[in-house]
C-alpha cells in the first residue's frame, strides 16, 4: 500500500456540498471553509468535476479523481491523520478481516450525497496501491463506535500482527485509535485515502490541512506502555515449564 495513506473525519455536510459542486448545483465557493483558498478550492473542483465526467463515461482514473478530491477537502475542516502503508484496505486485507465488516464502498457515499449512480459505481471499493492518488473506503459515523471496541478487546493480538507485517506497531496503533476516537466523540465517519496529503511537499497540502502522523512520543504514556508490551514477541517456556509438559504428555 501506497506510503500516502490517510484517513479524514468525514463532515456530512461538506460531503454534500462537495458532491453538489461536482455535479455543477454549487459553486467552488461552496467548498470554502477554515482557511481554505478559493482559488484551491477552484482548482480542486476543476479537477473533480473532469473527473466526473469521465467517471460517467466509466472511467475509473475519472472516479478516482472525484474520490481523492472529497479526501483533500475533508482535510480543511478535520485533522488528516497519517497512516503510512496501514489504511483501512491494508488493514482488511493483511491484519484483522473483521474490520471489512465495518467498511462501505466509496460508492454509497457518494450516492447518498446525490452523485450519480452510474459515476459512484465506477469508484473501486477499496484503495488500489497501483491506482495512484485516490480515496477509499469508509467507515460510516454509527459504526465507529463498534470500530473503537474492536480496535480496544483485540489490541494485543492486533499490535502484534502490526509487527509481523513489519510495521512500526506502537505509533501505528495509537495513531489508529487517535483517530477512531476523534471521530466516535463528533459522531463522525472516517474515510481513506492515498496522497491526499504528500508528507514531503507541504506546498500541495490543502490550505488549513493538519496533518497528524504517528508518533510514540505524543502518546500517552500508560497506551505507550501497555502498546510496546503488547508488540513484544511472546515468552518462550522456560526449561523446567518444557519438562514439565513433556512430561505430562507422556
Same mark, same amino acid.
Given at each position: ?10 463532515? $456530512? ?7 453538489? %459542486?461536482? +455535479? &455543477? #448545483?454549487?459553486?467552488?465557493?461552496? *467548498? =470554502? ?41 475533508l482535510a480543511t475542516a478535520h485533522p488528516t491523520f497519517y497512516l503510512p502503508g496501514a ?36 469508484? $473501486? ?7 495512484? %492518488?485516490? +480515496? &477509499? #473506503?469508509?467507515?460510516?459515523?454509527? *459504526? =465507529? ?86 508488540a513484544k514477541p511472546p515468552k518462550q517456556p522456560g526449561l523446567l515449564a518444557r519438562l514439565r509438559?513433556? +512430561?505430562?504428555?507422556?
Amino acid at each position: 500500500m501506497s506510503d500516502g495513506t490517510t484517513l479524514h473525519p468525514i463532515d $456530512p455536510e461538506l460531503v454534500h456540498r462537495y458532491a453538489a %459542486a461536482v +455535479g &455543477g #448545483a454549487l459553486p467552488a465557493e461552496a *467548498l =470554502v471553509v477554515a482557511t481554505t483558498d478559493p482559488v484551491w478550492s477552484e482548482r480542486l473542483l476543476e479537477r473533480a468535476a473532469r473527473g466526473y465526467a469521465g467517471a460517467l463515461r466509466g472511467e475509473e482514473r475519472g472516479a478516482n479523481a472525484v474520490s481523492l478530491g472529497l479526501a483533500q477537502v475533508l482535510a480543511t475542516a478535520h485533522p488528516t491523520f497519517y497512516l503510512p502503508g496501514a489504511g483501512f484496505s491494508f488493514w482488511e486485507a493483511r491484519i484483522d478481516r473483521g474490520l471489512g465488516m465495518l467498511l462501505r464502498p466509496p460508492s454509497r457515499l457518494f450516492g447518498e450525497a446525490g452523485l450519480e449512480t452510474a459515476a459512484a459505481r465506477t469508484m $473501486p471499493i477499496r484503495l488500489d496501491a497501483g491506482g495512484g %492518488a485516490m +480515496g &477509499g #473506503a469508509f467507515v460510516p459515523a454509527r *459504526l =465507529v463506535p463498534r470500530l473503537r471496541a474492536l480496535l480496544e478487546e483485540r489490541e494485543t493480538r492486533l499490535v502484534r500482527r502490526l509487527v509481523e507485517a513489519e510495521l512500526d506497531a506502537v505509533p501505528l496503533y495509537g495513531l489508529l485509535l487517535e483517530a477512531t476516537a476523534y471521530a466516535d466523540e463528533r459522531g463522525l465517519g472516517l474515510y481513506e485515502a492515498i496522497d491526499a496529503i504528500v508528507p514531503e511537499a507541504p506546498e500541495a497540502d490543502p490550505p488549513g490541512a493538519r496533518l497528524v502522523a504517528p508518533d510514540r512520543k505524543r502518546l500517552d504514556p500508560a497506551l505507550r506502555k501497555r502498546l510496546e508490551e503488547a508488540a513484544k514477541p511472546p515468552k518462550q517456556p522456560g526449561l523446567l515449564a518444557r519438562l514439565r509438559k513433556r +512430561g505430562a504428555g507422556g
